[in-house]
């Protein structure tokens, strides 16, 4: 069954994007009458029916909810990863798309001391996550957040997934604060923060200004990992842990 992502309205109607109507009507090749999927990236998933199909506006009628927010083995997968993005973006849409496909709450950008890199394209990285949510066939799609600076984001002045997390972690390759195992101090269940910093990693400021905001500082193994493997690592964990 192919799965689109389209909000829903209240009469059960839904209007798929021009991007989701062209690979509907051009790609797949779908008619009236034809049965899909439709998911708000909310929580929901509906069995739905193709009722207009066209290259600019497909339209579809709500049949069934198959899935809805809350049901067992059906939350918002509860890390955000907050990572400063790499150089090279191809890099960075890798994680993005791997992450969501593992489970990825939320994700947000900064700009740190060592960042190579100033922007990201929002819309872009918004067409790479409904990619992955519909190729993993999930329900959630991953917030994101505009970029920002460090400071701009301890500030806490964008909004996130959550106002305070139950565990919020600083990864970092330097030596100014002791060091736990981020695996050993997971808990299953709960919503968790990770801090991944850019190549050049952060300066010591910067970490002293997130352990002040109550991030803990943690290691994610022995050998020291690219941005982007550590950013996937801290991502998948909660999972694997959850699943043990």
């Not at 009458?33 to 739905?48: Q, R, S």
């Amino acid at each position: 069954m192919f799965l689109f992502y389209a909000p829903v309205q209240e009469n059960g109607r839904c209007r798929l994007s021009e991007s989701e109507s062209r690979h509907c009507a051009k790609v797949l090749r779908l008619l009236p009458g034809e049965e899909v999927w439709i998911t708000d990236g909310k929580g929901f998933l509906y069995g739905a029916e193709l009722s207009i199909v066209n290259d600019k506006a497909c339209m579809a009628r709500v049949k069934e909810v198959l899935r809805s927010p809350g049901e067992a083995g059906n939350v918002r997968p509860g890390v955000h990863v907050v990572m400063a993005p790499t150089k090279n973006m191809e890099r960075t849409e890798w994680f993005l798309e791997k992450a969501t496909e593992v489970g990825l709450g939320g994700v947000s950008f900064i700009r740190t001391e060592h960042s190579e890199r100033k922007v990201v394209k929002e819309e872009r990285v918004e067409a790479l996550l409904v990619s992955a949510m519909k190729q993993s066939q999930q329900a959630y799609l991953p917030v994101a957040g505009p970029m920002c600076g460090l400071d701009e984001f301890l500030g806490e002045r964008l909004p996130v997934l959550e106002k305070d997390y139950p565990q919020k972690f600083i990864a970092y390759c330097g030596q100014e604060y002791p060091k736990n195992d981020y695996l050993e101090l997971l808990r299953p269940g709960t919503g968790v923060q990770v801090m991944i910093g850019p190549e050049g990693d952060f300066s010591p400021e910067e970490v002293r200004k997130c352990v002040e905001k109550g991030y803990v500082p943690v290691s994610l193994g022995s050998t020291r990992l690219r941005t982007e493997t550590a950013a996937l690592f801290a991502a998948w964990a909660p999972s694997f842990i959850k699943g043990k």
